[in-house]
């Protein structure tokens, strides 16, 4: 239940030659209370109600819950969202033992690209590919409850 990641900037698009997997994502929030926030997500074919916490000092480590449910009802809850629906697509990168989460949106937030890996715990070494850009680990200005509510068009 515990979300340990690093987020990076992405300088080039070579990461689409190592890409096993492309998925458009559609997502809102119910609710960006700093202390916590409850997201909408469509990914694929498939929906999702995820809660998180507030991140630790490093910005690396945070409670998550998410559990799959219904697209008709992800449909109908992101109906419900505060402003600011977020669109992005997805491609999953394997480097080394990780695999890097690369999101290039759209929307509002177009222009930003944002890779994130998955780690196992907060010392954990990874293998940075070239095309890793600067580290935006723990700057909530690139959370997407932020880029919803201030996208990425607006900075």
Request: aromatic share 10%.
């Amino acid at each position: 239940m515990l979300e340990i990641e690093r987020k990076f900037l992405v300088d080039s698009m070579v990461f689409i030659e190592g890409a096993i997997s492309k998925t458009k994502i559609v997502q809102g929030f119910l609710n960006t209370h700093p202390e916590r926030t409850v997201r909408i997500r469509i990914k694929g074919e498939k929906g999702f109600i995820t809660v998180k916490g507030i991140s630790n000092d490093s910005g690396t480590t945070r409670f998550e819950w998410e559990s799959e449910i219904d697209i008709k009802d992800a449909e109908k809850l992101l109906q419900l969202c505060e402003k600011g629906i977020i669109e992005k697509t997805r491609y999953l990168v394997p480097i080394g033992n990780h695999a890097f989460e690369v999101d290039i949106f759209d929307g509002e937030n177009k222009g930003l690209i944002l890779a994130e890996v998955e780690l196992n715990n907060e010392n954990e070494s990874i293998q940075k590919p070239n095309w890793l850009g600067n580290e935006v680990t723990g700057d909530v200005r690139y959370y997407n409850s932020q880029l919803s509510s201030n996208p990425f068009k607006t900075w």
